[in-house]
């Protein structure tokens, strides 16, 4: 699975309820339990992220926004390459970072067609009606539904060089060996020449780190607590928010940044008609957001079967944008 910051849209609304009540009884009944973070992007949950990126703490948006207005002459020149071009990106959202890039690729008189997938039929009807305005000339083919899906409508609408976004550390929300196989398998669905552009937030001090899922507005534990709040909401759950805390984590060596909910106190929740056993600190393992060195995003790009073609990092040096050849 991905995380990925923009709602869902409800296609099919009790598919869509079936789907949550297993995967939330799923994470509910393992040991020791969890819930996917996915989950966490329902309307309100896209609300808190926007608030997160804004917050003096969370840094990755700002660093690789400073990539994107500051160094797109670069990024686009080694995009470009002569042969038009099909730019892809998995979860647009509201393309706020890459429109840099697309701005500057047109005035480099690149030929390419930007196809934005989201998982949200909304995000994408939203890009097609507001970047023909914002960037006047700017081809949009957006397509709705899943990573590797779209990617194979994209190969059915054209047969041109491919060039895939992968943005804000996305990556970051699977653990080190589904990120692993998610770029192999990124690979299979891509030929010789075709690119990745892909976003990373790396290891730094830790109380950096730590404080960026840890701002001092509690917007992260909102974040958090809000996953609950759904079940709740959609999947007749009942849980008591005042009786979980979070707790957020970030491990230098290993650079994993993980965060959980923890039971304040021995209690039984109603979940999808289910009934979930907490003992008093039993924790809900609720997300990881992982820290690379540019070593292991090296790494990371060899074994999937990509070449690095370039990097770029913020002036900071705290996030790399980096460009892989298929
Ligand atoms: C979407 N994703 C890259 C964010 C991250 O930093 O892992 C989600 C997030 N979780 C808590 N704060 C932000």
């Known amino acids: 699975h991905s995380a990925r910051p923009l709602s869902q849209t409800i296609e099919n609304p009790e598919l869509?309820?079936?789907?949550?009540?297993?995967?939330?009884?799923?994470?509910?009944?393992?040991?020791?339990?969890?819930?996917?973070?996915?989950?966490?992007?329902?309307?309100?949950?896209?609300?808190?992220?926007?608030?997160?990126?804004?917050?003096?703490?969370?840094?990755?948006?700002?660093?690789?926004?400073?990539?994107?207005?500051?160094?797109?002459?670069?990024?686009?020149?080694?995009?470009?390459?002569?042969?038009?071009?099909?730019?892809?990106?998995?979860?647009?959202?509201?393309?706020?970072?890459?429109?840099?890039?697309?701005?500057?690729?047109?005035?480099?008189?690149?030929?390419?067609?930007?196809?934005?997938?989201?998982?949200?039929?909304?995000?994408?009807?939203?890009?097609?009606?507001?970047?023909?305005?914002?960037?006047?000339?700017l081809k949009v083919e957006g397509l709705e539904g899943d990573y590797f899906d779209a990617l194979e409508k994209a190969e059915k609408y054209s047969d041109q060089r491919k060039v895939v976004l992968f943005l804000g550390s996305n990556i970051g929300n699977m653990p080190v060996p589904a990120a692993e196989a998610f770029c192999r398998q990124l690979r299979e669905h891509l030929s010789p020449g075709d690119?990745?552009?892909?976003?990373?937030?790396?290891?730094?001090?830790?109380?950096?780190?730590?404080?960026a899922y840890n701002d001092a507005a509690g917007v992260t534990r909102q974040f958090n607590l809000n996953l609950l709040e759904r079940i709740n909401r959609e999947i007749d759950g009942n849980f008591n928010l005042d009786q979980f805390e979070h707790y957020p984590t970030y491990d230098p060596e290993t650079g994993a940044?993980?965060?959980?909910?923890?039971?304040?106190a021995d209690q039984q929740v109603h979940v999808c008609g289910e009934t979930i056993n907490f003992k008093k600190d039993e924790y809900i393992f609720m997300e990881v957001s992982q820290k690379y060195s540019a070593a292991e995003t090296r790494a990371m790009a060899k074994q999937a079967g990509f070449k690095v073609t370039s990097e770029f990092y913020d002036t900071k040096g705290w996030f790399l944008d980096t460009i892989w050849e298929a």
């Open 16 to 137: 869509h309820r079936t789907q949550f009540c297993d995967d939330v009884l799923k994470g509910l009944k393992f040991e020791p339990k969890y819930l996917e973070s996915k989950y966490f992007y329902d309307a309100k949950g896209d609300e808190l992220f926007q608030q997160i990126m804004a917050s003096p703490e969370y840094y990755p948006t700002d660093c690789e926004m400073e990539i994107f207005r500051e160094q797109t002459g670069g990024l686009s020149k080694v995009i470009r390459d002569g042969s038009p071009f099909n730019l892809i990106e998995l979860g647009a959202g509201d393309a706020t970072k890459s429109i840099h890039l697309l701005r500057k690729l047109l005035e480099d008189k690149a030929e390419f067609t930007y196809l934005p997938i989201d998982i949200s039929g909304h995000v994408i009807d939203l890009l097609h009606q507001t970047l023909p305005l914002q960037l006047p000339g």
């Open 195 to 211: 690119m990745v552009l892909m976003g990373f937030d790396l290891k730094k001090h830790p109380k950096i780190v730590l404080a």
């Open 257 to 264: 940044c993980k965060s959980y909910l923890i039971s304040l």
